[in-house]
C-alpha cells in the first residue's frame, strides 16, 4: 500500500521523490510522523554529489546527526503524494495527496521554502481531524480539499499552466480525480 509516489528533478538540480506511507489503512504504524521513516514524506538528494548522493545542504534537517531524523526528508505527513510538479515560473512544488476515506487534498511548498513542512497525515486528512492521538506541532493545511461526497476518491496531482493557448489558465494549477475524471483548475488566493 502506498509505497509509489513520484520522482522528478527540481528546479535547484535536484532530485525529489516521495513514497506513500506504505502501510495499511489509516496509517497503523504512523509513518507518515515518523521522521526516522522513509514512507509518507517527500524526501531531496543531491545526485550529483559523491556516491551514492549528497544531503542537500539547505534540507531542512540536514544537520540533523540522529537516527531519528532521515536527513533526505523535505517534508512530512503524506500518505500517498500521487504525482507532484513544480512551477516553472516559481518553483513551487504542487502535490497531489490521496486521501483515505473522507477527503482528497492538493499541497503546495513555495519555491525557495526549505522549512520541512508537515502536511498531518495520520492526524489530519485534508483539514478534517483523522486520528489525532499522539499529534503534536504544527501542520500545513493543503490548498484546496475535496470530499468523498462529492464523488473523489483518489486524486491525481497536475501541473500549473504556464502557457500562452489558454491566456485564462495562465498561473493555474490543472488536476483530477481518478472516480470523477472532470478536469479540475486553482489559483490559491494571493497568486
Not at 516559481?90 to 482528497?104: A, R, Y
Not at 501542520?139 to 491566456?167: K, M
Request: proline residues 7%; hydrophobic residues 30%.
Amino acid at each position: 500500500n502506498h509505497k509509489g509516489g513520484d520522482i522528478d528533478f527540481g528546479p535547484d538540480g535536484y532530485l525529489y521523490f516521495a513514497p506513500g506511507d506504505g502501510g495499511d489503512g489509516g496509517d497503523p504504524g504512523n509513518r507518515a510522523q515518523n521522521m526516522a521513516l522513509g514512507f509518507g514524506k517527500v524526501h531531496r538528494i543531491d545526485v550529483n554529489a559523491s556516491l551514492p548522493y549528497g544531503i542537500p545542504p539547505t534540507n531542512p534537517f540536514a544537520d540533523a546527526n540522529n537516527a531519528d531524523t532521515l536527513r533526505t526528508i523535505f517534508a512530512s505527513g503524506l500518505r500517498n503524494p500521487f504525482r507532484f510538479g513544480f512551477d516553472a515560473l516559481n518553483g513551487d512544488l504542487w502535490i497531489g495527496d490521496v486521501g483515505q476515506s473522507v477527503k482528497e487534498e492538493i499541497d503546495r511548498i513555495p519555491g525557495g521554502q526549505v522549512n520541512g513542512p508537515n502536511f498531518g497525515w495520520r492526524c489530519y486528512e485534508g483539514t478534517q481531524a483523522f486520528n489525532t492521538s499522539g499529534c503534536t506541532g504544527a501542520y500545513a493545511a493543503p490548498v484546496i480539499d475535496h470530499p468523498h461526497s462529492e464523488g473523489f476518491c483518489s486524486i491525481i496531482g497536475g501541473r500549473v499552466y504556464r502557457g500562452s493557448t489558454y491566456p485564462s489558465l495562465a498561473g493555474r494549477y490543472i488536476y483530477t480525480d481518478y472516480c470523477h475524471g472532470r478536469i479540475l483548475s486553482l489559483r490559491p488566493d494571493g497568486l
